[in-house]
């Protein structure tokens, strides 16, 4: 079992930053990837990024250039530091993790709302 609990959503005027931190707890060793989704309303829940436990990074084209995901191993925690956020960037943000045997759990979401 793993535990994700995700922090620093908010709101942000267009043009500003966020981040974005998930702390994993319980089986936090046997996680593989770490990745942000979202989800705005109305939409299908989207990749934003990921990050293996070996340090390999990728993004969604929306947001390359601008967001940037890093991985702390030693403290178990995953974030996502966003930068010239856009209104379209508006919707609920979750964490998610991979672990080796291909299950995967997710964080409870937190709002991430960019106002024009």
């Known amino acids: 079992q793993v535990q994700l609990v995700e922090s620093g959503g908010g709101l942000v005027q267009a043009g500003g930053s966020l981040r974005l931190s998930c702390a994993a707890s319980g089986n936090a060793f046997s996680i593989n990837t770490m990745a942000w989704y979202r989800q705005a309303p109305g939409k299908q829940r989207e990749l934003v990024a990921t990050?293996?436990?070996?340090?390999?990074?990728n993004y969604a084209d929306s947001v390359k250039g601008r967001f940037t995901i890093s991985r702390d191993n030693a403290k178990n925690t995953v974030y996502l530091q966003m930068n010239s956020l856009k209104p379209e960037d508006t919707a609920v943000y979750y964490c998610?993790?991979?672990?080796?045997?291909?299950?995967?759990?997710w964080g409870q979401g937190t709002q991430v709302t960019v106002s024009s």
């Open positions: 998610a993790a991979l672990l080796y045997l291909g299950n995967d759990y």
């Open positions: 990050a293996t436990r070996g340090g390999y990074t």
